[in-house]
């Protein structure tokens, strides 16, 4: 069960975050653009990218306002790949976070641009002052994120995606796909989150096999939640990988192997923070959270 002081510490988190969303996203000429940015930005989603980077700057004893930057350049990142995910030449959904999609609410070539600004705003938030003490330490973490976002990351499991509708993936190009697809952007953030502080290249080490479980765990229990929750419950289309007859973690290994798969990995990132003590216990905390997630 996930305790009242970690229901606060989320739920003060998510304030935060949505505050400082809203600060950086431009309200000015030209209006219709950025008032389609804020509408895909803010208002919504679980924040599940910042929080684990906050969690993970815990780790390091990030300074908070640094932490608060990476995580909002994570989220814009995020914000990008569902408005385009949803177009009509990807996922055509008229559904997200509860509200009609981008392209729906305005049009399409404006959802194209809103992808697009959120994509360089990302990289203007991350870039523009000092997030860690040595300047290599910090353009490591730009090209971090660039490279989460990219087409060895996010963008190439998304093409990965689109080309395996209608086709059977094994176990390993599956897993491929979402280590790519949603693994390599929760790894981003919570990277990020911890380069914000101190960290040695064990601990590092560490961190990233569990940002490897944690990220693989999201997109598995993501599966699941598609084939048994309600679209009222999870705010975007439910049942859409099976009714587009698109593999996933379901549809190969059955819900209960899946749910089993999702408890493994669970045990593997815990593992992963066996050495980080008390430091680590909002990350332990956030791996139940998005392990037993019900949205
Ligand atoms: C268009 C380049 C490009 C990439 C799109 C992220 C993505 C790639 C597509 C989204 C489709 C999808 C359902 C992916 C599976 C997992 C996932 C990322 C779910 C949405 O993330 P949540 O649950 O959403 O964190 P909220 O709304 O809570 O932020």
Request: net charge negative; hydrophobic share 40%.
């Amino acid at each position: 069960m996930l305790n009242d002081n970690f229901q606060s510490w989320v739920h003060a988190r998510q304030h935060a975050v949505e505050n400082a969303l809203a600060g950086i996203l431009p309200n000015s000429v030209p209006f219709r653009l950025h008032d389609a940015m804020r509408y895909s930005t803010l208002g919504g989603g679980k924040r599940v990218r910042p929080l684990l980077a906050h969690a993970a700057g815990e780790i390091s004893g990030a300074d908070a306002e640094s932490v608060m930057r990476v995580s909002c350049a994570v989220e814009l990142i995020h914000a990008y790949s569902l408005v385009h995910d949803d177009l009509p030449c990807m996922d055509d959904d008229v559904l997200r976070r509860g509200k009609p999609t981008c392209h729906v609410e305005y049009d399409e070539a404006t959802a194209l641009l809103v992808g697009d600004s959120l994509q360089s705003l990302a990289f203007e938030v991350i870039s523009e002052r000092a997030v860690a003490k040595d300047p290599a330490v910090q353009l490591e973490m730009v090209r971090l994120l660039a490279h989460a976002a990219g087409s060895r990351g996010m963008a190439g499991g998304q093409a990965i995606d689109l080309d395996s509708v209608g086709r059977q993936l094994d176990l390993p190009e599956l897993e491929n796909m979402h280590i790519r697809k949603t693994g390599e952007l929760i790894r981003a953030a919570i990277l990020l989150g911890a380069y914000c502080g101190e960290i040695d290249n064990e601990e590092l080490a560490n961190l990233d096999h569990f940002a490897k479980s944690v990220g693989l765990a999201f997109q598995v229990v993501d599966d699941i939640l598609d084939a048994e929750s309600s679209t009222a419950t999870l705010g975007k289309t439910a049942g859409k990988d099976s009714k587009h007859n698109k593999p996933t973690y379901v549809s190969l290994l059955g819900v209960k192997q899946a749910k089993e798969m999702a408890q493994d990995l669970h045990r593997s990132a815990m593992e992963a923070l066996e050495g980080f003590g008390e430091r680590a216990e909002r990350l332990r905390q956030m791996t139940d959270f998005i392990v037993q997630r019900q949205f």
